[in-house]
């Protein structure tokens, strides 16, 4: 795991078209903005459903991929 540190307003690049920007800093809690492309899913870790051995695709739902987008 990389692990990095950044001020507010800064951002990291992730390959070619992915942008993380650190949106605003609290006590213990990051605001991230994320720039990609439509097809490329981003969900909370929270919420991504552990499958069974063997399966290599996940299926999201459609309002859950283009959320906040």
């Not at 990095?4 to 800093?25: A, E, H, Y």
């Not at 605001?31 to 870790?45: D, F, K, S, T």
């Amino acid at each position: 795991m990389l692990v990095l540190s950044r001020k507010t307003g800064s951002s990291i690049r992730i390959g070619k078209d992915i942008v993380l920007t650190v949106v605003k800093i609290d006590r213990n809690q990051v605001r991230l903005g994320i720039e990609a492309p439509l097809n490329v899913p981003i969900l909370r870790q929270e919420l991504v459903i552990d499958l069974p051995e063997g399966v290599d695709s996940l299926v999201f739902e459609e309002d859950m991929m283009g959320a906040g987008r």
